[in-house]
């Protein structure tokens, strides 16, 4: 009998969150699987303590831990390697929020913008110690056990295609910046779970997951998005399979 994958959406700097929810998923064995869906910075008020506490996981067990690469950390990996202010400059991206975190200042008025001084380190990625760096260009960009396919923000198709396995993508960070309304409506196969994409933006017509609460975890007909924005006024969401049973952190 195969052991039980629980999914885990976007964190993005909310540990307080993580820590709750963890605690309300059930004993874990060495049989199990817990794959985070990346994007675990930003936003939040605790990037760097939700960095450590997944990287610290991975190493404690029982259950196996596979954290994948969000588009987040992807866009942070090309700031230091190549450079992107058009990422770093929009405050609703919440870089300065990861910056504030890890040099250990107060988390900032969400209207606050950085000084001179501070966009210069944000321009260079300088604050983040270059092992978490290292870490985010080793984590994979999906997943796939016997339950799910999981991939942080979708698959896409050429028009008139079949939908790719995601081994296929190329590049694969596409993998990771999808918002298509036609991987969410038309996708089918084996099951998909995916972050990304707030679900209350999501169609939600066609969840057959609480649809009176739009805010809820979404699963459509064939894929289902776990980002109920933890980090920007929402909860943090897990789902459990094959049992399908869902874990939130909000009372």
């Known amino acids: 009998m195969s052991g039980r994958t629980f999914a885990i959406g976007d964190i993005h700097g909310d540990l307080a969150a993580l820590e709750k929810l963890y605690a309300r998923l059930p004993a874990l064995t060495a049989e199990d699987t817990i794959v985070f869906l990346g994007d675990y910075i930003d936003r939040g008020p605790d990037s760097a303590g939700v960095v450590a506490r997944v990287r610290a996981l991975i190493d404690e067990g029982p259950a196996k831990i596979i954290a994948l690469r969000g588009n987040h950390e992807d866009a942070w990996i090309q700031v230091v390697t190549k450079g992107w202010p058009e990422f770093l400059l929009p405050r609703g991206n919440g870089c300065y929020e990861a910056y504030c975190s890890y040099k250990g200042l107060p988390v900032p008025d969400p209207e606050a913008l950085p000084s001179a ?14 092992e978490v760096i290292e870490w985010f260009k080793t984590l994979p960009h999906w997943y796939e056990d016997e339950h799910a396919i999981y991939v942080h923000a979708g698959i896409k198709r050429t028009p008139g295609s079949e939908f ?3 081994s296929a993508v190329t590049p694969p960070r596409a ?41 809820d975890m979404w699963a459509g007909p064939g894929c289902v998005g776990l980002d109920t924005a933890c980090g920007k006024g929402g909860f943090l969401t897990a789902l459990e399979l094959p049992s399908r049973t869902v874990y939130e952190s909000r009372d």
Do not use: I, Q
């Not at 001084?117 to 270059?130: H, I, Q, R, T």
């Not at 990771?176 to 679900?199: A, I, M, P, Q, S």
């Open 117 to 130: 001084d501070e966009l210069e380190a944000m321009f260079a990625g300088s604050f983040f110690p270059p």
């Open 164 to 166: 790719p396995h995601p």
């Open 175 to 215: 993998l990771l910046w999808l918002r298509d309304r036609d991987f969410f409506e038309n996708y089918r196969g084996k099951l998909v779970v995916f972050g990304h994409t707030t679900t209350r933006t999501l169609p939600n017509e066609l969840s057959s997951w609480t649809p009176d609460d739009p805010t």
